[in-house]
C-alpha cells in the first residue's frame, strides 16, 4: 500500500489523471490525501469533485478555501467572482449530494502512525496539535449541524487576527477557518498576515512564514499542506508544502508519506494567468 498526498487540484481533472497514472495509483490498495481545494478556477471541478468523492475510504480531503466558497455560494450567502468555474457543480443534477458530502469534509487529518498531520494552509504558532484538532472539530460540529447556513454568513472576513482562547461565536469560529484555509504568513507573536499571498521575501516587515515563527508549538508533527502556490514546494522545518501551481502552468505535485517518500509531479497547461482576473 501506498500514501500519496496531492497539492491542490482547483478543478484540473485531466492533470490529476496523468498524475495517479504516474504513481500507479490502485484505489483497491492505496490511499490518497488531498490538500483541499479540489475545486475552482480550473476548466473541471465537477469531474474532480465527483472522482474523489467516488473514491470512497481511498481518498482523504481537507477543506480548502475554495471549498468552503463553493458551500457559502451553493447557499446563495457568497457572491461568484468573475474568474470562479463554479457553476457546472451548481447547475449538476447531482450537486446536493455533492455538496453534502463535502460539507462532510475536515479542516485537518492526523494519522498517528506517520506522525503527520494533512491541513490546507497551516496552523499558528500558538497551537499545538492537540489543540488545532480540538478547533478544527468545533468548526466541523458547526458546519455538519443545522447552524451550518449561518456559518456561512460570517465566515468571510480576516478579524480577529490574533488568537485567544476566551475568543467565542462567530469571531472564533472565523480565525480557526481562516488559520486552517487562508494562512501563510503571521508575526511572532500569532498575529496573521493574510493581505501578504507571495513568495517568502515579499511580505510586510514583521511577517514570516508561519512555520518559520520561533516557539511555533506544532514542530513535532510533520504538516503537510498546500494553498500557497507562490511558495511552490517546501520541504523543511517539518513541513511539506504540496502546491506547485498547476493552475497557474506550474505542476501538480504527489508526494509518498509512507516508506520511500519520493515525489511525482506532472506538468499542467495552465489556465490562469497571475494576476488576470478574466
Known amino acids: 500500500m501506498a500514501i500519496y498526498a496531492i497539492g491542490d487540484i482547483q478543478g484540473c481533472f485531466d492533470e490529476l489523471q496523468a498524475l495517479l497514472a504516474m504513481c500507479h495509483f490502485d484505489p483497491a490498495t492505496d490511499r490518497l490525501w488531498f490538500t483541499g481545494d479540489l475545486v475552482n478556477r480550473g476548466p473541471d471541478s465537477l469531474k474532480v469533485l465527483r472522482f474523489v468523492r467516488g473514491l470512497g475510504e481511498s481518498a482523504i480531503t481537507v477543506l480548502g478555501n475554495h471549498d468552503l466558497h463553493l458551500l ?20 449538476a443534477p447531482d450537486r446536493d449530494e455533492l455538496l453534502h458530502w463535502l460539507r462532510r469534509q475536515p479542516l485537518l487529518y492526523h494519522d498517528a502512525d506517520l506522525n ?17 484538532r480540538a478547533y478544527s472539530v468545533e468548526v466541523e460540529t458547526v458546519l455538519r449541524g443545522d447552524e451550518y447556513r449561518e456559518f456561512f454568513v460570517h465566515m468571510y472576513g480576516d478579524k480577529p487576527r490574533r488568537w485567544a482562547k ?21 508575526r511572532a507573536d500569532g498575529e496573521l498576515c493574510l493581505k501578504a499571498k507571495g513568495e517568502p521575501g515579499t511580505q510586510p516587515a514583521g511577517c514570516v512564514p508561519w512555520f518559520k ?18 511558495l511552490g514546494l517546501y520541504q523543511g522545518d517539518n513541513v511539506l508544502a504540496l502546491d506547485t501551481g498547476c493552475l497557474w502552468g506550474g505542476l501538480l505535485t504527489a508526494a509518498r508519506l509512507d516508506g520511500e517518500h519520493e515525489l511525482v509531479s506532472c506538468d499542467c497547461s495552465g489556465y490562469r494567468q497571475p494576476g488576470v482576473e478574466a
Open 213 to 230: 515563527v520561533p516557539g511555533r508549538r506544532s514542530t513535532q508533527t510533520r504538516i503537510v499542506f498546500g494553498h500557497w502556490s507562490t
Open 116 to 132: 503527520t498531520a494533512l491541513v490546507h494552509a497551516g496552523l499558528p504558532p500558538p497551537w499545538d496539535l492537540r489543540e488545532a
Open 72 to 91: 457559502a455560494v451553493a447557499e446563495g450567502l457568497g457572491k461568484l467572482h468573475k474568474p470562479d468555474t463554479l457553476q457546472a457543480i451548481l447547475d
Open 166 to 186: 476566551g475568543l467565542t461565536g462567530w469571531d472564533r469560529l472565523r480565525f480557526i477557518v481562516n488559520c486552517f484555509t487562508r494562512l501563510r504568513f503571521c
